[in-house]
């Protein structure tokens, strides 16, 4: 069985909280021995023929675990020697024999998984455990640094960061095109360091996918010489950075629950499962196909009690961590989404407001900089007095950027160097706004 405490220093490795060193028996394995036969059985059943060393490799086992599986496998007429690759067992080609066709077509029907070894429930629970995101630090300047490309005032910043160094769920509501989006998506990656998740979990017999290569992203390792001394991980277990996974109007209930595929007999994690020890974004909250109302209710016990319920295929429920820094994004009124109830759930409310006309001129003048045109303030006041003032219209965060993209799109088509001009503007916000200048209201 797996630990989670580091290897002694002698052992050529620096400590490691996380560090899980690579089981050297089935027994270390914590599965049951079935499962690991099953498994090489069915790789061995796709794959034709391979090597010792390729069915370590494929597995994500240890040599001497694959020794005693295949030495097992031979002995009750599973497997057999075709011949060899090399020197040394290791290099020895297998092949399963028609008993062990049948035995991995049987497996097949109960589970068409194939890949990395699973791991226990048990371990990954305890190991979601032991680096809860609860215990990763966020501070002020990591906060500062995060939404340093925003313009917002002092207090929304300061409530946004007391919000993400609490871990609690976090709702920043406020009109739309103000960067809520882009404030949520900044933080999730406040919250960083790498943690360890299985590529897959087996739980009464099941297979549960965890590890997904579009939302989970790999710590590259740190190249240098090999160390023979050193004790190697277990490889069932991948390292990546704490997560940030983001989902928005496509959101369903069933994106909550374990996903069986009944052509593969296979679960697919959920998305809080997946996001486990890190960050999950739910963006345009009350506007996904299931009600914001249905998702709070869905997570009562879990935003709660840091625990989920999620449901097999065959009726039986598995108790999992829910350790997520859930932050919700939305342009609708609180009020709208659910009652107080519901809403007190979620523990901090952050209102990102319209800039005021300081901060406007100040995200009209960085865009300018980015954009490599000279700022001309006269003419953003001009920009006031024709297109807001007068058709008593809300600036937005999102406005100079979309005017300055406008003026750069009217220069390149003109095949002319941009510039900051009342002309220039007034052209522009023609094509932007809805209302064109001088409409009547």
Not at 286 to 291: D, L, N, V
Not at 366 to 375: D, F, L, N
Request: hydrophobic residues 40%; glycine residues 8%; proline residues 6%.
């Amino acid at each position: 069985m797996s630990t989670l405490t580091a290897p002694p220093a002698s052992a050529g490795r620096p400590a490691d909280p996380y560090f899980k060193p690579e089981p050297l028996s089935v027994a270390e394995l914590g599965l049951d021995a079935s499962v690991v036969r099953d498994l090489t059985l069915k790789t061995l059943y796709y794959r034709g023929r391979m090597t010792r060393m390729d069915l370590a490799d494929e597995l994500r086992l240890s040599q001497p675990v694959m020794e005693e599986v295949m030495s097992d496998l031979s002995r009750e007429g599973f497997v057999t020697v075709l011949g060899s690759e090399g020197t040394g067992a290791a290099a020895y080609q297998y092949a399963a024999t028609q008993k062990g066709l049948d035995r991995a077509e049987a497996a097949i029907a109960r589970s068409g998984y194939v890949g990395p070894a699973p791991v226990r429930l048990s371990d990954y629970v305890a190991q979601a455990r032991a680096q809860t995101v609860v215990n990763a630090e966020v501070t002020r300047e990591q906060v500062l640094r995060a939404l340093g490309d925003l313009v917002l005032a002092d207090e929304t910043v300061a409530r946004i960061g007391r919000a993400a160094s609490s871990r609690k769920p976090t709702l920043v509501y406020g009109a739309s095109g103000n960067g809520k989006t882009t404030a949520v998506r900044a933080l999730g990656t406040v919250v960083g360091g790498s943690l360890l998740i299985p590529y897959a979990f087996e739980v009464v017999g099941q297979i549960v996918k965890v590890y997904d290569p579009s939302k989970h992203v790999l710590v590259q390792e740190e190249s240098g010489e090999v160390d023979v001394l050193r004790t190697r991980e277990d490889r069932r277990w991948v390292r990546i950075e704490r997560p940030v996974i983001w989902a928005g109007g496509e959101l369903t209930r069933h994106s909550l629950e374990l996903v069986y595929d009944d052509e593969t007999k296979v679960y697919e994690a959920p998305l809080q499962l997946k996001a486990n020890g890190g960050t999950l974004i739910i963006d345009d909250f009350g506007r996904q196909q299931m009600p914001a109302v249905q998702l709070l209710n869905r997570w009562i016990v879990a935003l709660e009690g840091g625990v989920d319920h999620l449901t097999m295929h065959t009726g039986q429920t598995i108790e999992v961590p829910f350790d997520v820094l859930v932050l919700f994004s939305t342009n609708l009124p609180p009020e709208r989404l659910a009652d107080e109830a519901f809403l007190r759930r979620i523990r901090y409310k952050v209102e990102v407001p319209n800039p005021t006309r300081d901060e406007y001129r100040e995200i009209f003048r960085r865009e300018c900089a980015k954009a490599g045109i000279a700022y001309d303030d006269d003419a953003v006041t001009h920009l006031f007095d024709i297109w807001y003032d007068s058709h008593r219209r809300e600036p937005r965060g999102c406005h100079p950027r979309d005017i300055v993209e406008a003026l750069v799109d009217a220069a390149t088509y003109e095949g002319r160097a941009p510039v900051i001009s009342n002309t220039a503007i007034d052209e522009a916000c023609n094509t932007y706004f809805l209302r064109p200048m001088n409409a009547p209201e």
